[in-house]
């Protein structure tokens, strides 16, 4: 359903629209989203294209839901104060910008510890494009949560350092156009920890790069919980994993795949330990010695190639392990 345009509205929202550069099409104005009215199409396809392939039902709310505009001359600091003061349920919004820390703040992480949504421009591309950056970690956690019926947000923006979801009691944490781009290959990039009760994280439409493993999934909080507890809480869909040190995916749990694409890392695409559940459309860089490898029987703990260890005065003997396997992939 769409309403009648925002004056403030000039191009249509959708990515791969042929019209962008006009508020009318034939003759007929834009039409704006009848929820948020934050953006607008030029037909019911470009909306349709919009909502399901590039992510607007992920940064979509009604108009009356507060929302706190961040000035793109801000700092990380001005950006942590307004999450700190901002109550759950808000959005945030990063005008187009670069946000750094104020001089010798010594501080590393933006954190979110309570369910509040964090966007880029509703009408950017998101952080694609780098419309809006921010130096420096993200940590997601849930000190402030209760009864996990509560959701966190984040989309349209690039982090130049790690994504961490420290823990997680939130109904879902959501990354939906985000790019993440970890410099440090002897660092994690994207960190998925401590899955609890029925909370799930979707990386819609990202693009994470760098890092030791570009994305660690390790969904166990306690021995009370077992990996089939956590199965499938974390979900990657139309999303690009690339460039890490190592892996572009390491999980101890089993985790949902969908119409993305794992390339170009130093050892190969993917180590589960319980597999992955395949929803298809998928291209991931196979481990050379295990090409056969499949979705459903993951790959152990140690699945690189053989290589000969010696111990003492005893002749070498050959193991399976990952830790000395060569460069495979790298650009």
């Not at 570009?214 to 139309?238: P, Q, W």
């Not at 999303?239 to 190969?268: H, M, P, Q």
């Not at 152990?300 to 000969?308: A, E």
Request: glycine residues 10%; contains cysteine.
């Amino acid at each position: 359903m769409m309403m009648d345009l925002n004056p403030k509205i000039k191009v249509c929202a959708s990515s791969s629209c042929p019209n962008k550069a006009s508020t009318l099409v034939n003759g007929e104005k834009l039409k704006a989203c009848a929820i948020c009215r934050d953006v607008a199409y030029c037909s019911k396809e470009c909306q349709k294209n919009s909502w399901i392939i590039e992510g607007h039902k992920y940064c979509c709310a009604k108009h009356d839901v507060p929302r706190l505009f961040i000035d793109s001359n801000s700092s990380i600091e001005d950006v942590q104060a307004a999450i700190d003061n901002a109550n759950p349920g808000d959005i945030i919004i990063l005008n187009e910008g670069s946000y750094n820390w104020k001089k010798n703040s010594g501080v590393q992480s933006l954190t979110i510890s309570k369910p509040i949504r964090m966007w880029g421009p509703a009408t950017a591309t998101g952080g694609r494009e780098g419309s809006v950056t921010l130096h420096c970690n993200l940590t997601i956690d849930d000190e402030e949560l209760s009864n996990n019926k509560d959701s966190v947000t984040v989309a349209n923006l690039t982090v130049m350092g790690s994504i961490k979801v420290q823990s997680n009691s939130y109904k879902s944490i959501t990354f939906s156009g985000v790019r993440m781009e970890q410099s440090d290959p002897k660092a994690d990039g994207a960190m998925v920890h401590i899955m609890k009760g029925v909370g799930t994280c979707l990386f819609f439409a990202c693009e994470l790069i760098g890092g030791d493993e570009t994305l660690y999934i390790d969904g166990i909080d306690d021995l009370s919980h077992s990996r089939e507890d956590n199965a499938n809480k974390v979900h990657i869909k139309r999303t690009t994993i690339r460039n890490g040190a190592k892996r572009g995916i390491c999980a101890d749990d089993k985790f949902i795949l969908e119409k993305s694409v794992i390339r170009d890392n130093g050892w190969y695409g993917i180590r589960s330990n319980l597999g992955w559940t395949d929803k298809g459309g998928n291209q991931w860089q196979r481990n050379p010695s295990k090409p056969n490898q499949s979705p459903t029987g993951g790959n152990g703990m140690f699945d690189g190639i053989q290589y000969p260890m010696s111990f003492g005065n005893s002749s070498s003997v050959s193991r399976t392990g990952d830790t000395l396997f060569p460069g495979f992939g790298q650009p």
